[in-house]
């Protein structure tokens, strides 16, 4: 469709009360046809980025403003960010110059603006040549060169940051060991990284959620924090690193000096290699800059006193008879492309209780609905006769066996601290997969929702022993999922670290 025939559509829906529900469907109708356009002949249609960017500013509702704001990012940043191809990254760049261009124009948009004339960007033209100027800058940092600080942006994505983020620590503290490290990003990586001393966290929640001025009002935050850390040290003794982060809207929105700012094209195809993890592929973004090659496996640095609480409670399972104990996590980081299905979680569980002296730690997520989701599962594994445990971190003294399953409600570090002190590790791709590989534990992981095998290639769990995965295709026909086909599977690559 034309734009105009959307234009029309959304003028008519502005002369009555307007709802969510009608805001949601018309939103998402202009997305997909963006792409519909975009796909077939790459053609970018600017009006229906603008007409987007219009609906989710024409009020201060969130329940009206909120759906094209979702549409906008699920349905068009979100597929042009996995895809992995130079045309979609420069696609990106484009569509966020232009919703940034039109955020700084209306009225709650003049913090935005003023901040980025004091930047010396002024148009959206300003904007791309800046992101063009850093996917190519050759900065350099020599290990002779003075600095004092390391400033550190999140991914937002916890996998991410363990994947990334903490490689990019690693090698740089070898470099600089006298360097003060400030890592700007969720209170969570306290929980991850608060066992590192070198490591000091200033929290910034980032919103994935919300109108686009909320979505863009990290990078103020990530500003004032920026501002703060480097009033007390010298403008030239201190750098940023930038991993393609959401608080930088992936390097469009700017934060420091470009001499002194060092940015991860993490989505870039034409300069690194196409089979390389992300934890590869920043470790040779790292020897490009420092001119030194060397490698750093992703880590995490668990709270002192989860570890101690994991410890414990892993020890009392074995004192009970337990041979092996499995981390299962089903969670997918809002993302339910992710999840094969109930039927697929119900008989893997079955099947790995059929092993004796097994216990599984099923993570039972976070939020209600998570949660209620879990409790059901664990019902139907206690219907078929199995030892079923509802527990909580630090609350396992009273575990009497040493085969069964036992639901754990948990936060990340604490989830993480039993991930560290079990056997191996089973999941969906999500955080706690870099999280085992991180860790040194063997896992599995079933990738679905996507069949783009770059995006499965890069976002892979990588560590120093076994990760590997499964790939579902739930895409191109899901009615043709066969969940035994995908056990067998499962229970196949197991096979390979399952010894006691």
Known sequence: MKSSYYSEKWSALTTQAVDPNSMRRLSRQIAYSFLDYYLKDCYYEKEYIDLLCEMTTFSEDPKLINPPAEALFSIIVESLCDDFEELQTMTYNKVMAQVISY????????????????????????????????????NSLSSQKRIRKIILLSRVTIGADVAITS????????????????LIGSSKLEELYGGNPRIKIRRLAYSRKGGLLERLSSWHSALKIIQEETASCPAEETILMDPDSRLSQLGVLPLFPLDRYFFFDSRSDSSLNKTMSMAELANSWLDKILGDKNFCYPEVWITRSYVDIATHFCKMLRNKGSKRIIVVNFGVGANPRKRVGRCLEED??????????????????FGDEELDYTNTLMNTIKEQGHSVLH????????????????GIQSRI???????????????????????????????????????????????????????????????????SIEVEGIITRIMHLRSGHNQV
């Open 167 to 182: 490689v990019v620590f690693q090698r740089l503290n070898m470099i600089f060991p006298e360097a003060q490290f400030v």
């Open 391 to 406: 527990s909580s971190f630090g609350s396992g003294d009273n575990v009497g066996f040493g085969w069964g399953l036992i």
């Open 413 to 479: 570090g604490e989830i993480a601290a039993l991930i560290a002190k079990c056997d191996e590790f089973i999941g969906y791709d999500s955080a706690c997969q870099h999280i085992a590989a991180a860790l040194g534990t063997p896992c599995v992981t079933v990738f679905a929702g996507s069949n783009n095998m770059r995006f499965t290639r890069r976002w892979s769990a990588y560590g120093r022993k076994s990760s590997n995965i499964v790939h579902v295709d739930t895409l191109t026909d899901p009615s």
């Open 103 to 138: 955020c700084r124009n209306v009225p709650a948009g003049k913090e935005l603006d003023l901040t980025l004339n004091d930047f010396g960007i002024y148009s959206y033209n300003d904007l791309l040549d800046r992101i063009n100027r850093i996917r190519i800058n050759n």
């Open 348 to 365: 893997l569980l079955l099947t790995l209780l059929q092993e004796p002296n097994t216990v599984i730690l099923l993570d039972k997520g």
